[in-house]
């Protein structure tokens, strides 16, 4: 039974692709009717029904004899459009009142507003990209730098879908060898040579794995590379935040524990975002607002990426200075010597460190240079920025992470000589998993799911 979340998309739908509001708003229609539908409404040289595709037509939006607007019409015909139907853009003036008397005009003759996503959502039924390429689409329009943008534009133009495409091709080679054998059972043949199917399994697990393990970079980029300023009070944390915020965003004063929640500042190094994180104060305190503090002090330095663990010119640990909490492999660490302004003549002590030091003042901005070259150096930006398949969505690395599981299965079985119909599922499960980042194997709760968190436009 199709569902009417389906069924719909055999409505004509109309959307402002942009915002009203501003110069000129661009009013998206998609479906068989698109074209029939606005001639009855569209005043230019000629009718569209008898234009060239791909052409732009300028004429005027008309009421019955009252003039809506002058506009410029878009023409694109099924096959060759965004959504896959035929398809007409409206630019008209981004009045608010006209980009509403234009939709109210298509409501009129049965035209449907479009639902959040659903241009997109036509694109992939069309086949015109698969699921992954859909959802980088989102990402694009979400993207708030050039990282962000570069690792959402490779996903988009196909190249993570090729890859994907690709593993599935061969993995389907392998399980229709294997399962030929089952059909002859009772012959005891191989036609999948053990040798190069270990050779061939053990090259796809690496693969698999190492599209999982950027991960931690694409998430990063997309969402922010998260800066935790973390050490005991008063050694200059919130004067560091605010020089990267450019503003007073922490109140700075000498009064141990001013800073009592995490304070946020987003700014842009090399086209990355970075999120710096402003914590309170690690020390004991019986002070119930301080607790609540340095608690979310401990939660943002657990999500950090890079950890700022700044404190004075002389003998320190980490592990006593934010108070037991003991950074992780993957996290970055800089020891951050502040107030050097105070002694410039003091050697920057570097006893029992394990960490990169680096001198500045907060009050000064000396060192803050090369403090930003150093945070710039820690994200390795050079995969995204060539091009290279970088996941960054948690739904294709948890499809992944199973692929991944289900891949060291089938290696395992064929180590132990597991009959071929137990491998043979491994397998399919890697190719189901697989199935579900591109969207060749989906179901209509994930597509709900996608589509809902897109722009009604798009």
């Known amino acids: 039974m199709i569902s009417s979340y389906i069924a719909n998309d055999n409505d004509t739908i109309i959307a402002p692709a942009t915002p009203a509001g501003g110069a000129i708003c661009v009013i998206r229609l998609s479906g068989a009717k698109a074209i029939e539908l606005c001639d009855k409404v569209f005043h230019g040289r000629k009718a569209l029904k008898d234009a060239v595709a791909a052409t732009l037509h300028y004429g005027f939006i008309k009421d019955g004899d009252e003039v809506i607007d002058d506009v410029v019409i878009g023409l694109f015909r099924s096959p060759h459009s965004y959504t896959g139907e035929d398809v007409v853009e409206i630019s008209s003036h981004g009045s608010r009142y006209i980009v509403e008397r234009i939709i109210s005009l298509f409501r009129d003759m049965g035209v449907r507003m479009a639902e959040a996503g659903e241009f997109t959502r036509r694109a992939f039924l069309a086949g015109r990209m698969d699921l992954s390429q ?110 990267f915020a450019g503003e007073e965003r922490a109140m700075v004063s000498d009064i141990a524990g001013t800073t009592r929640d995490t304070i946020e500042s987003i700014c842009n190094i090399d086209g990355v975002t970075y999120r710096f994180i402003d914590t309170a104060g690690m020390h004991a305190t019986s002070d119930r607002l ?21 404190c004075e010119n002389d003998v320190c640990n980490i592990i006593s200075d934010l108070d037991g909490f003991i950074p992780n492999n993957e996290q970055k660490v800089f020891r951050i010597i502040n107030k050097i302004d105070l002694n410039p003549n003091k050697p920057i002590e570097l006893q029992n460190c394990p960490y990169p030091t680096l001198g500045i003042s907060a009050k000064t901005g000396e060192g803050i240079s090369t403090l930003i070259d150093n945070l710039s150096a820690a994200v390795d930006t050079s995969t995204a920025f060539n091009g290279d398949v970088i996941v960054s969505n948690q739904r294709h690395y948890e499809a992944l992470h199973q692929a991944e599981n289900s891949l060291s299965s089938a290696i395992t079985a064929l180590k132990n000589n597991t009959s071929a119909d137990l491998m043979s599922e491994d397998i399919r499960q890697v190719i189901y998993h697989l199935g579900t ?22």
């Not at 209509?444 to 897109?454: A, Q």
């Open 134 to 243: 859909a959802e980088a689409v989102a990402d694009i329009i979400a993207a708030d730098s050039r990282a962000s943008l570069t690792v959402a534009a490779t996903q988009m133009r196909g190249a993570y879908s090729a890859e994907l495409q690709e593993l599935r091709d061969k993995l389907l080679h392998i399980t229709s060898l294997l399962e030929l054998e089952l059909d002859f059972s009772e012959e005891d043949v191989e036609f999948a040579d053990r040798t190069q199917l270990a050779e061939l399994l053990n090259t796809l697990h690496d693969k698999v794995s190492s599209l999982a393990r950027t991960f931690a970079l694409g998430n990063a980029l997309k969402h922010g590379v998260v800066v935790a300023i973390a050490g005991r009070p008063n050694v200059g944390k919130s004067t560091l935040l605010n020089i």
């Open 290 to 310: 301080e607790k609540m503090g340095i608690e979310r002090t401990e939660q943002a330095l657990r999500k950090a990426h890079i950890i700022l663990w700044v």
């Open 437 to 458: 980042i591109t969207g060749e194997i989906t179901s209509e709760d994930i597509l709900k799911n996608i589509f809902s968190k897109f722009c009604i436009g798009k």
